[in-house]
Nanobody, 120 residues
């Protein structure tokens, strides 16, 4: 089994910064893509940022230039640095990883979610 533990959410004023972290543990042959999603109540879950095992990144347009995703392939962690936060960034943020098992089958795993609130 694979477990994900997220940390780092909270309340911040507009223009502030937060760092979200996600640590994966358990039985994993390798971790492929690691992602951060977010969801506002009543809306679809949105892909915010992703990073491949090789370090290639992608971001949704609304966070480009403000958010940075990074990963540590030894510690099996993924971090989302969020700068210049805006009220519209308020959401529950979820860590998502795609794990390859010993049989070369890829599976999705999700963190428990962490609330980010941007408000004055």
């Amino acid at each position: 089994q694979v477990q994900l533990v997220e940390s780092g959410g909270g309340l911040v004023q507009p223009g502030g910064s937060l760092v979200l972290s996600c640590a994966a543990s358990g039985s994993m042959y390798s971790i492929n893509t690691m992602n951060w999603y977010r969801q506002v109540l009543g809306k679809r879950r949105e892909l915010v940022a992703g990073i491949t095992r090789g370090g290639r990144t992608n971001y949704t347009d609304s966070v480009k230039g403000r958010f940075t995703i990074s990963r540590d392939n030894v510690k099996n962690t993924v971090v989302l640095q969020m700068n210049n936060l805006k009220p519209e960034d308020t959401a529950v943020y979820y860590c998502n990883i795609k794990v390859m098992n010993d049989f070369m089958i890829e599976s999705d795993y999700w963190g428990q979610g962490t609330q980010v609130t941007v408000s004055s």
